[in-house]
């Protein structure tokens, strides 16, 4: 087993977290965990999973590629999962009693893509609801501010209900169209427009290098990413964690992944605490 951890996370790291919904965690995996799951994004990209996709391929063959919920089946995510402090940093940040793990995806842009991810939040498309939910972006290369994910500190708290991108659009090889759900009956609330004023409207993001973590709450406003130079690709994995108030939610405008099926399948049901071998408890407080 590889050894546990290079640093705790800190008081004013929980403090940021809760005030912005987001903070950056400089170093806080060490190169062997940054190896392990190099190695299963290695195998995930040769072996996708029938989710998986290309997010956009433009004329010169560069590509995004997105998938996830593979961890059952890659080895390294799962050590990951079950044996990294990533749920007890979770845990911490989030400062909630339990943790239980959500789901794995991976964003990988090929040397140069311009593919930026449109603004949202990942809540309102999930089949959970909570506060305290959190996700680990992993960048597993070096990557720029100007290229790394982006965020709107303090949006987690915000009450406003935003029009929801149909991320299911985004599959440019694929004839028959899959992942459709049309959120248009969510809201026509358009995002401003964070990309024309940054600075007014306090957008972040951060230099960061393999080993380094954001830790962002899942109600946070997000984007951005991409735009590479032409030597650069950007590999990033992610991890989504579950705290103490989440419940299992059905969304009748339909969700994006929709888990509801194999919630169901495992006896959960709306109101329910996710748990079961889908989203094991992997660590409490106690
Ligand atoms: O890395 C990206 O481009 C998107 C990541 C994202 O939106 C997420 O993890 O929720």
């Given amino acids: 087993m590889i050894d546990k951890t290079i640093r705790e996370i800190t008081a004013s790291e929980v403090t940021s977290f809760q005030q912005d919904g987001v903070v950056m965690l400089k170093g806080l995996f060490d190169e062997r965990w940054v190896e392990l799951l190099d190695r299963g994004l290695e195998a995930n990209c040769n072996s996708p999973t029938d989710r998986s996709r290309i997010w956009d391929r433009d004329e010169q063959g560069r590509t995004m590629f997105w998938d996830s919920q593979a961890w059952q089946r890659i080895e390294e995510y799962k050590q990951f999962v079950f044996d990294s402090p990533a749920a007890q940093f979770a845990g911490q940040l989030m400062q909630s009693e339990q943790i239980n793990f959500f789901f794995d995806a991976v964003f990988v842009r090929s040397p140069g893509s311009q ?110 990413s991409g735009k590479l130079p032409q030597d ?26 929709d888990h509801s099926a194999v919630m169901t399948e495992h006896g959960l049901k709306p109101g329910d605490r996710p748990g079961t071998d889908l989203y094991p408890a992997i660590w409490s407080r106690a």
């Fill in 115 to 224: 593919f930026v991810t449109p603004w949202h939040q990942d809540e309102p498309y999930w089949s959970v609801e909570g506060y305290n939910t959190c996700t680990l972006w992993m960048p597993l290369v070096p990557v720029k501010k100007e290229n790394a994910l982006a965020y709107i500190p303090g949006s987690h708290r915000s009450d406003s209900v935003f029009y929801q991108y149909n991320f299911g659009d985004l599959n440019p090889d694929c004839k028959t169209r899959v992942d459709q759900v049309d959120f248009s009956a969510v809201s026509k609330n358009e995002f401003p427009d964070f990309d024309a004023d940054p600075e007014r409207y306090g957008v972040i993001s951060w230099d960061m290098q393999p080993g380094d973590c954001v830790a962002f709450n899942s109600r946070i406003i997000h984007g951005g």
């Fill in 232 to 257: 650069r690709d950007l590999r990033v994995f992610t991890s989504k964690w579950l705290g103490d108030d989440v419940q299992i939610k059905f969304r009748e405008c339909g969700m994006d992944p």
